[in-house]
């Protein structure tokens, strides 16, 4: 009688291929760097696979790139920022101000108090050099983030290519784009879970909720920086509506919550706008890549542009909303009976059918092309009167 051996994996081994793992991804990195022209569509795909670019480090030599921010403009020390008589300058200081949490707790004041006044020029310094861009609260929230991981020459740098290209639509006089990208989160959720697109549509609760999470690109509502840092690897890597398949995403992940609460505009909207700190990140993100590829944005420029406006409108309605039938119990039961529908047919549901993409790898693939030839700004695609010539030139290095 032979004796059966047990193999069991201790946590030694874990962490062994985890680091073996993280190894390979710096070689894997490097190797992009090293090449002449640089591989960016590799780098691209680095930056969207789970852990994203590991380290400040390292995102200090990848974010120019996925940006294609040239060599020479990247030494180029920042101008001298004049504060008096600056239109922005006053709200841009409230506004730096306040971001007290956003930076590492424990640092000292005389250096946070630094980064501060170097957050302030280089705002002021980008609204400068481009006039035809508006400040926006929650624009700091963002610059912070690369000020934090590059210092102020390499941030400068980098948030005025981004500024002219992906936060270009939050830029305008007006938040007509902005709105149109905020159109697109219900259709993208009403493809994968009807169930939770009518609740909301019932509930009157329009996509304001999701305001500060696309502007700041979640800056503003995450704590962890780590958090914050990652998905800027993602979004850097991807298409500029890619934050709004991440708000999506977030939305679906919390469907008991949502579909179990009062169907009623303000206790949904208070939901959905408190963000959860500890979500499955990881998760997330692979499943907001699974979402572009099966609903690209071309798919659902129609719907985004036929969208209802309610995102303001019926937030000065709540009076004549608590009035209104609140239909959450029936459809908690029909949700509840479509299931039991499905479980006795051995049928998948929405959320299974929607989570059965292409293999991780030829996500990834698809994603990075998709990030490396884009050549329309988020709005722009219902928005077809827009002018485009912000669209970004993605030209290899040389």
């Known amino acids: 009688m032979k004796s059966s051996v047990s193999v069991c994996t201790s946590p030694l081994n874990g962490r062994h291929d985890r680091d073996s793992r993280r190894n390979r991804k710096v070689a ?3 190797n992009a760097l090293s090449v002449s022209p640089v591989d960016v569509a590799a780098l691209r795909r680095m930056a969207i696979s789970e852990g994203g670019l590991l380290t400040d480090e390292i995102r200090c030599q990848v ?3 996925l940006l294609n921010v040239p060599s020479h403009v990247l030494e180029q020390e920042p101008d001298t920022v004049e504060r008096e008589n600056n239109k922005d300058y006053n709200q841009v200081l409230l506004d730096v101000q306040r971001s007290l949490r956003r930076f590492p707790p424990g640092m000292p004041d005389e250096q946070r108090q630094g980064l501060q ?8 310094r980008v609204l400068k050099n481009n006039p035809q861009l508006h400040y926006y609260q929650g624009y700091h929230d963002i610059v912070v983030t690369f000020l934090l991981v590059l210092g ?10 981004l500024s002219t290209h992906h936060l270009r639509d939050f830029m305008d006089p007006t938040m007509d784009n902005t709105k149109h990208i905020l159109n697109y989160l219900m259709p993208i959720i009403e493809r994968v ?14 996509t304001i909720f999701a305001l500060s999470w696309l502007i700041t690109w979640f800056g503003h509502v995450l704590s962890d920086f780590r958090h914050v840092v990652r998905l800027y690897d993602f979004f850097l890597a991807c298409h500029p509506l890619m934050p709004i398949y991440f708000a999506a995403v977030i939305v ?13 505009m303000a206790m949904v909207h208070h939901l959905l706008s408190q963000i959860p700190q500890d979500l499955p990140y990881e998760t997330l993100i692979s499943r907001a890549g699974d979402l572009f590829v099966q609903f690209p944005p071309s798919e659902l420029a129609r719907e985004a542009a036929t969208q209802e406006s309610t995102a303001a409108s019926t937030f000065t309605d709540f009076g004549l909303a608590s009035t209104q039938q609140r239909p959450d119990s029936v459809l908690r039961r029909r949700r509840r009976q479509k299931q039991a529908a499905l479980e006795s047919s051995g049928a998948a549901g929405p959320s299974a059918v929607a989570s059965a993409g292409p293999s991780v790898a030829r996500r990834f693939v698809r994603l990075a092309v998709m990030g490396l030839t884009v050549a329309l700004g988020a709005a722009a695609f219902a928005v077809v009167n827009t002018a485009l010539e912000w669209a970004p030139k993605l030209d290899l290095f040389p």
């Open 117 to 124: 006044e170097e957050l302030i020029d280089i705002i002021l």
């Open 193 to 206: 879970n009807p169930d939770v697109h009518d609740f909301m549509k019932h509930a009157e609760v329009g």
């Open 252 to 264: 679906l992940y919390r469907e008991e919550e949502v579909l179990e609460c009062e169907c009623d």
């Open 63 to 65: 974010w120019p790139r």
């Open 28 to 30: 894997d990195i490097t």
């Open 152 to 161: 102020e020459r390499l941030a400068t740098a980098l948030v005025e290519k």
